[in-house]
């Protein structure tokens, strides 16, 4: 009796779901090669007139905050219960938060640092930009604006946070249960990053000498390792939490940052401004 053949490997399918991360990693290294120079170049022109109290260029960089602040919670929504329904049909669970990388990376103090930073940020475009100095700095308007500012904050990072656990039942919303909620999450979380990558990136501008020693190379690579944490892991975490433990997923993620970090640990003179 002939053996029953062994059932083939469906083939290598980027744009799958389960991909996304890897994805991501390869249109964040593709913009930082040809893109990012644009990117910085208009940005650093929106800092310039923006301290000229141009209004258009002060708006334009508040709604940047915002968004970086506004998008991770919405594709988290958009995404959760398409995630969680796809790692149940595939029989899949998340990594376990006792592992010290997962407990680590994954910690909701890091993020809520992160947001609090972007949401002083947001207050403090809205007090130069939709309200004057003065009418912003009384008491009666800043001190509940913190507070306000707190509040969202920890509502965001919850939502942020809810994404990790499985849904008790379906959402409510019917667009929520449609594929082009899903589609929507991923541009979401794919244009988050793209924002935080022109954060990354402005680190090259910074007039850096050449590395002096291997004290000087270590340090450089501590504080890079330290930054990439902040900036790069959280936007990424929503992927990452499917895709940590596949050896890749490093590899794809240092490729990603590989140009700033060449940059930066290797030092260059800043005269033409990249």
């Known amino acids: 009796m002939a053996d029953n053949p062994k059932p083939r490997k469906a083939p290598f399918n980027l744009f799958a779901k389960h991909n996304r991360g890897l994805l991501l990693d390869i249109v964040v290294f593709i913009a930082n090669v040809f893109l990012m120079r644009l990117l910085l170049m208009f940005v650093l022109g929106v800092f310039k007139d923006a301290n000229k109290e141009e209004p258009g260029a002060q ?18 929504v958009l995404k959760r219960w398409h995630f969680h329904r796809r790692l149940a049909a595939e029989h899949k669970t998340l990594p376990s938060a006792d592992s010290p990388l997962v407990g680590c990376i994954f910690n909701p103090l890091i993020y809520f640092s992160l947001n609090i930073l ?19 700095d009384r008491g009666d308007v800043f001190v ?22 499985p849904p008790k039942g379906e959402p409510s919303s019917r667009f929520l249960l449609s594929p082009e909620s899903e589609l929507l999450g991923d541009i979401c979380i794919f244009v988050n990053m793209l924002l935080f990558q022109v954060a990354w990136n402005l680190l090259t501008l910074a007039d850096l000498p050449r590395i002096s020693g291997v004290a000087d190379f270590f340090g450089r690579l501590f504080f890079l390792s330290f930054v990439a944490l902040l900036i790069y892991f959280p936007p990424r975490m929503f992927y990452l939490a499917e895709d940590i433990n596949r050896g890749r997923t490093w590899i794809t993620m240092l490729l990603a940052n590989s140009p700033v970090i060449l940059r930066i640990l290797i030092g260059h003179s800043n005269q033409t401004g990249w």
């Open 118 to 136: 972007m949401m002083s940020i947001i207050l403090a475009g809205v007090g130069t930009t939709l309200l004057d100095k003065k009418t912003f």
């Open 144 to 165: 509940p604006s913190i507070f306000i500012g707190l509040g969202l904050t920890i509502v965001q990072t919850y939502l942020i946070y809810r994404y990790f656990s």
């Open 59 to 76: 708006l334009l960089l508040l709604l940047g905050a915002i968004a970086m602040w506004i998008l991770p919670p919405a594709g988290a």
